[in-house]
């Protein structure tokens, strides 16, 4: 017999879970399955900073942030570039979900006891017009807990449901196949694996041990994306958009992420769109204490490390630190490398390189004002970057230039540095450090964000001279291209129904999280703007989990 419940959530991150909680609210049986462990409840949200795209917050507004629902989507819009006939429903899912950001998000979230750190971030800052890509003002909100405050929240409330017996796990469960029968999907089928004594983003076993069979009122997907598989990341690749695949990736998330669940629902008659926009970044450097294969660790950069491509050439603007990701991306892949390089001093390093994800920000995980005072008003850069500084395989640290770029070069295969070159290049950017006005369009950008209280008290160094000696030493980061995010997906509508290839939806198949593109199947279009992949993983999750509810009740 195979075992029923009201609903089957397929996948146990961020998104399924945040569906889950809506079915049992509504008096559902739920069962969630994952082929990984229990200890991998959460997903890759956990691994996460956990920040999260929200408009006109009361954090903003301490700070002297005026934003609006109106801002906020013509930013998304310029981000999104929508340019296909099968971007309606995408677009759709975007429009609804800066209403939910500019509206019920955060008052919801805090309900749940979600907080956030005071000071919003600036992300993906654009650098162009006014109508394209880029947020016009801060709108990161850094959960207080980071990636596991946000599963807190959602995670405590399933397990209550499951002490209840409303929610069932099946761990270590790895779907092969959708049910169909009369064109609904029915549940699902698939193999049981053996135990697995990895920890949490470390590579399971996947011995199989027997199988399984699961009927349900409604299913969704809820998998996540394929940024862990190379070769779907590099099969889904578009070289027309965006030059060469490269050939050498980092990963930013566990081995597990795979995609596969992804194929399964497009085999049952899902329709897969947008499926060759991508988000890798740009600023990858491989992790010197690796959790799993090929692990790779995103640099949050400040606006004032100066960006040289593998040839040694300064990136001009828009390629700035932490403005243009898929633009830089296309920028870096044309010199015919894959490779580029950060050039700053310590003092830059210091205070504006910040690693991303959980466990390189242990102050912000573990809830600690104490530590989050000592690490990051300190002066000396926290913990984990002064150990990146140390040990991490891409990092340089010299006091003299030629020394630095020797060092530099012993760390690629492209062509040699010029040191002359580089020097020429840092001495005239230099010379613009003298008086507050510049040509230059970093520099401009460096006292733009200035202007900005959060970016001056915690996130961008005082102006100076990258040569000044008193700021050093100087440092040097060898940047690889890091697979993150996968930003098409399923095709949904606003409910979260699959949609199969002539747009009526699939009965009984809902998708959401990044399986979904975040929603609609791309809602991001062609650029994140930050904070949308948790937010969109939240926002889908709770759609879906609301019309499969109402579904399951039928």
């Not at 920040?51 to 903003?60: I, R």
């Not at 994800?357 to 809830?367: H, L, R, V, Y």
């Not at 020429?424 to 040509?439: G, H």
């Amino acid at each position: 017999m195979a075992e029923t419940a009201d609903a089957l959530v397929i996948g146990g991150g961020l998104a399924g879970l945040v569906a889950a909680n809506e079915l049992a609210d509504a008096g559902r049986s739920v069962l969630i399955l994952d082929q990984e462990g229990e200890n991998s409840l959460g997903g890759q949200a956990f691994w996460s900073l956990g920040g999260l795209f929200m408009v006109d917050t009361p954090e903003q507004r301490r700070f002297g942030v005026k934003d609006s629902a109106a801002l906020a989507l013509s930013d998304w819009m310029g981000a999104a570039q929508f340019d296909r006939p099968e971007d309606h429903w995408p677009r759709q899912v975007a429009e609804a979900y800066i209403d939910f950001a500019a509206g019920e998000m955060r008052p919801w979230l805090k309900s749940l006891g979600m907080r956030w750190f005071p000071i919003v971030g600036w992300a993906e800052r654009g650098g162009d017009q006014a109508h394209s890509h880029g947020n016009s003002v801060p709108r990161f909100h850094i959960t207080w807990g980071a990636g596991p405050g946000v599963v807190e929240p959602f995670e405590a409330r399933v397990r209550a449901h499951a002490e209840a017996g409303r929610i069932r796990f099946a761990f270590r469960h790895r779907v092969t196949d959708l049910e169909i029968e009369n064109g609904r999907v029915v549940g699902a089928r698939g193999e049981v694996l053996a135990p697995s004594a990895s920890q949490r983003g470390e590579k399971s076993s996947r011995e199989v041990v027997g199988d399984f069979s699961v009927r349900a009122g409604a299913t969704l997907v809820s998998s996540g994306g394929i940024g862990g598989n190379f070769k779907l990341f590099r099969e889904a690749w578009s070289e027309e958009q965006l030059g060469p695949a490269p050939a050498n990736l980092i990963s930013g998330v566990p081995d597990h992420v795979d995609g596969e669940m992804i194929g399964h629902a497009e085999r049952a008659g899902a329709e897969v769109i947008n499926r060759d926009r991508l988000w890798c970044y740009t600023e990858g450097v491989r992790n010197w204490d690796p959790i799993w294969p090929h692990h790779g660790i995103r640099i949050l950069p400040g606006p004032s490390p100066m960006w040289f491509d593998a040839a040694g050439e300064r990136m001009e603007a828009p390629y700035l630190p932490g403005y243009d990701t898929r633009g830089t991306l296309k920028r870096i892949l044309k010199t015919g490398f894959e490779h580029s390089w950060f050039i700053m001093t310590q003092a830059i390093a210091a205070k504006e390189i910040a690693l991303s994800g959980s466990e390189q920000n242990p102050d912000w995980t573990a809830k600690s004002w104490k530590m989050t005072l000592q690490h990051r008003l300190g002066g000396k850069g926290t913990p984990a970057v002064r150990a990146f500084l140390e040990k991490g395989p891409d990092f340089v640290v010299e006091r003299r230039l030629e020394d630095l770029v020797a060092g530099m070069n012993k760390l690629t295969n492209a062509p040699a540095l010029d040191a002359a070159r580089i020097r020429a290049q840092i001495e005239a950017r230099d010379l613009q450090m003298d008086n507050p006005y510049a040509k230059d369009a970093q520099v401009m950008a460096i006292h733009n964000a200035r202007r900005y209280r959060g970016d001056k008290l915690v996130r961008v160094a005082r102006p100076h001279k990258i040569l000044d000696p008193s700021k050093g030493p100087l440092v040097a980061i060898k940047l690889n291209i890091l697979t993150r995010k996968t930003l098409g997906g399923l095709h949904t509508d606003l409910d979260a129904r699959a949609l199969g290839a002539g747009g009526a939806p699939i009965p009984g198949l809902y998708a959401a999280g990044e399986a979904s593109g975040f929603g609609g199947g791309g809602y991001h279009g062609y650029n994140g703007l930050e904070g949308t992949f948790l937010g969109g993983c939240i926002f889908s999750g709770r759609a879906a989990g609301r019309a499969m509810a109402a579904e399951a009740a039928g």
